[in-house]
Structure formats: C-alpha cells, structure tokens
C-alpha cells in the first residue's frame, strides 16, 4: 500500500464534494451552505437553489461577519475551466470557515440534472448515478 497515495485521496474526500453528495447533503438538512464564488452578475444568470453568492474577490473578515463558522461552506464556480470555486475555498478557510469545493462546479451541477434558480434557471432531471 502507497501511504502518500492512501492520503492524497483521503484528502481530496476531505476537501472536495460532488454534486450528488452536495444534493443529497442539502436534502438530509445537514448544516451546510453552499457558496457561489463567481460574480453578482453570473449568480443572477443561473446559480445552485439557495446558494449564497459571494464573489470570491469580496471575501473579507467584514463581508463574511455574518457567517456561522460552525457549519460547512461548499463554494462552486462555473467549472473545471474556472478557479474561482478554489480561490473562494481558500479565502474562506484563511478567514476559519470550514470549507469543501464543489467538482465540476455549476457545469456538472447541471449535467447531473438538478435543478437552478435565476433568469437562465432549470428543472432538475436527477440524471446522475448516485455513485
């Protein structure tokens, strides 16, 4: 057995959710809230239900104030192309929030058929396997 190997992935499990574990995480009422990273504008596009938005270039000690530390913040963005969801995370576990990234970000949200709020929003099909 590889103990680095053994840790990378217990790591990425510890830092990172897919879709299907943030729908099922929402639905089962667990302390959680999820995050959009990217800008105002792309939120009122399209945006998980219910996600708070806060671009992750706004993410200081004041801004996030009102935040409960003792809950966990999974924070997207558009996708595997964008990092924001990244820069988002780590800003929010400097300022001592607990933090997950979302895999895949809105784009895989999507694929995965659930459901969106916004101009641009669309209904949920439940596409994914539930690995």
């Given at each position: 057995?590889n103990?680095?190997?053994v840790?990378?992935?217990?790591?990425?499990?510890?830092?990172?959710?897919?879709?299907?574990?943030?729908?099922?995480?929402i639905?089962?009422?667990?302390?959680i809230?999820?995050?959009?990273?990217?800008?105002?504008?792309?939120?009122?596009?399209?945006?998980?239900?219910?996600?708070?938005?806060i671009?992750?270039?706004t993410?200081t000690?004041?801004?996030?104030?009102?935040?409960?530390?003792?809950?966990?913040?999974?924070?997207?963005c558009?996708?595997?192309?964008?990092?924001?969801?990244?820069?988002?995370?780590?800003?929010?576990?400097?300022l001592?929030?607990?933090?997950?990234?979302?895999?895949?970000?809105?784009?895989w949200?999507?694929?995965?058929?659930?459901?969106?709020q916004g101009?641009?929003?669309?209904?949920g099909?439940?596409?994914?396997?539930?690995?």
């Amino acid at each position: 057995m590889n103990n680095k190997q053994v840790e990378h992935y217990k790591n990425k499990l510890a830092y990172e959710m897919d879709s299907w574990d943030l729908s099922e995480a929402i639905k089962e009422k667990q302390k959680i809230m999820v995050v959009d990273t990217r800008s105002a504008e792309a939120y009122k596009q399209k945006h998980i239900p219910n996600a708070l938005n806060i671009p992750h270039k706004t993410m200081t000690p004041e801004i996030t104030s009102h935040l409960d530390k003792e809950i966990l913040y999974v924070c997207y963005c558009d996708g595997i192309g964008c990092n924001a969801s990244t820069k988002g995370a780590l800003n929010l576990a400097e300022l001592g929030f607990k933090v997950k990234e979302l895999i895949g970000g809105l784009d895989w949200w999507c694929r995965d058929g659930h459901a969106t709020q916004g101009i641009n929003a669309t209904e949920g099909k439940n596409l994914h396997c539930g690995c």
